[in-house]
T-cell receptor, first 117, second 112 residues
């Protein structure tokens, strides 16, 4: 079956430009997460969505970062006025919420590699 | 901060069992132990998780000590494709606490 997909797979942009990264979660997965992985670093949580609840934005590094999730499915991560330190692989994951509001394992997409020149 | 500590790296001969240790001495009663791995240039992949009982699936076995302060991931017959960074993570299974906090993981190198 289809897994989590992300687009584009690679994005090169100039400092100061805005970028949008897209995530298509697995159908039926109502929980969606964004992480990023900088070169040589571990994975860092950015933001989390669940259904119609307010997203958990506690991991966003600055107000240049924002994300939305339309219709409870596709999500877009937007980085405004990109900086070189934003260069990283941005990973999206989705999860099924089981009975009793139990969050099951997260399935990750292949990521978008962002390079800011 | 990650709540787990793992060795930085280990290696294993192909076909042999790989035993990857993890310490999580501050784990709380409602936290599960999860293992993910990340093969080079790919997104993380879920392997297995457990609360207090030992678990086994088609990929691996998870052995959790009785006091739950440590665990071991066992790959019974390692192959070259198992070379990856393996992350041991503790997390709750509810709501906002469901996000994953990754540490540096352990780099497993499987040699021919």
């Amino acid at each position: 079956g289809a897994g989590v997909s992300q687009s584009p797979s690679n994005k090169v942009t100039e400092k100061g430009k805005d970028v949008e990264l897209r995530c298509d979660p697995i159908s039926g997965h109502t929980a969606l997460y964004w992480y990023r992985q900088s070169l040589g670093q571990g994975l860092e949580f950015l933001i989390y969505f669940q259904g119609n609840s307010a997203p958990d934005k506690s991991g966003l590094p600055s107000d240049r970062f924002s994300a939305e999730r339309t219709g409870g499915s596709v999500s877009t991560l937007t980085i405004q006025r990109t900086q070189q330190e934003d260069s990283a692989v941005y990973l999206c994951a989705s999860s099924l919420i089981g009975r009793g509001a139990i969050y099951n394992e997260q399935f990750f997409g292949p990521g978008t590699r962002l390079t800011v020149l | 901060d990650a709540k787990t500590t793992q060795p930085t790296s280990m290696d294993c001969a192909e076909g042999r069992a790989a035993n990857l240790p993890c310490n999580h001495s501050t784990i709380s009663g409602n936290e599960y132990v999860y293992w993910y791995r990340q093969i080079h240039s790919q997104g993380p992949q879920y392997i297995i998780h457990g609360l207090k009982n030992n678990e086994t699936n088609e990929m691996a076995s998870l052995i959790i000590t009785e006091d739950r302060k440590s665990s071991t991931l066992i790959l019974p017959h390692a192959t070259l494709r198992d070379t990856a960074v393996y992350y041991c993570i503790v997390r709750q299974n509810t709501g906002a606490n469901s996000k994953l906090t990754f540490g540096k993981g352990i780099t497993l190198s499987v040699r021919p």
